[in-house]
């Protein structure tokens, strides 16, 4: 899906919804400033509430590309997957009544500059019943979160190997690993209510 200057809004639902496909890649067309936004209610959600974000997708996402993307979520989250969600590019802000960025099974970002104010987890995965998913992944990119819970959480395991991070939290923590939490590289600006730093096994 090549967006190259585009401005999708539905008021009713999700306004890029992938209700069933092996794998989406969103390119954001260099140059471009793209727009997606919902309104404050959706309607003819399945029986598990969904979709139940601005950019929703059943199945493995990947963002990519050298153009901006604006996500202004007003229902609930700003970009979920229901399995893998990577970022590896693009001038990327989001806005969000409840999270910013989730994927159930894992979330990596490679490269690019993210920008996250969201009323509960900035990142997060869900996914703890197996021990191979549920992680976060960053390796570069700039990543600014300003987040009412939690900046970055996963179900799991968490690792940063590379990237620039701002990090402000009302009353959650910084970086919350499940399970344990790998920090090797980057640079961290963190100011939160709770832990800056916290993971339930090793750090």
Do not use: C, M, R, W
Not at 12 to 38: M, R, W
Not at 136 to 141: K, N, Q, R, W
Request: no cysteine; proline share 1%.
């Amino acid at each position: 899906l090549l967006l190259a200057g585009v401005n999708i809004h539905n008021e009713n639902s999700a306004p890029i919804y992938v209700a069933n496909a092996e794998k989406v890649i969103v390119t954001l067309a260099e140059g471009t400033q793209n727009n997606v936004s919902d309104g404050a209610s959706y309607t003819n959600l399945d029986e598990s509430g969904e979709p139940n974000a601005a950019i929703f997708s059943h199945d493995d996402l990947t963002i990519n590309g050298a153009g901006a993307l604006n996500v202004t979520a007003s229902y609930n989250n700003g970009i979920a997957s229901k399995d893998d969600l990577k970022i590896t590019g693009g001038t990327i802000t989001v806005t969000a009544v409840n999270d910013g960025i989730k994927g159930k099974d894992s979330v990596a970002v490679k490269d690019g500059t993210i920008t996250i104010n969201a009323g509960a987890d900035g990142i997060q995965t869900t996914n703890a019943d197996e021990a191979e998913k549920g992680f976060i992944a960053i390796e570069g990119g700039t990543l600014n979160i300003s987040s009412a819970l939690d900046g970055i959480q996963a179900a799991t395991n968490l690792s940063i190997s590379g990237g620039d991070l701002t990090i402000g939290t009302n009353s959650g923590k910084g970086i919350n690993a499940g399970i344990d939490l790998y920090i090797t590289g980057g640079t961290f600006e963190v100011a939160s209510a709770d832990d800056a730093l916290h993971a339930n096994g090793n750090l």
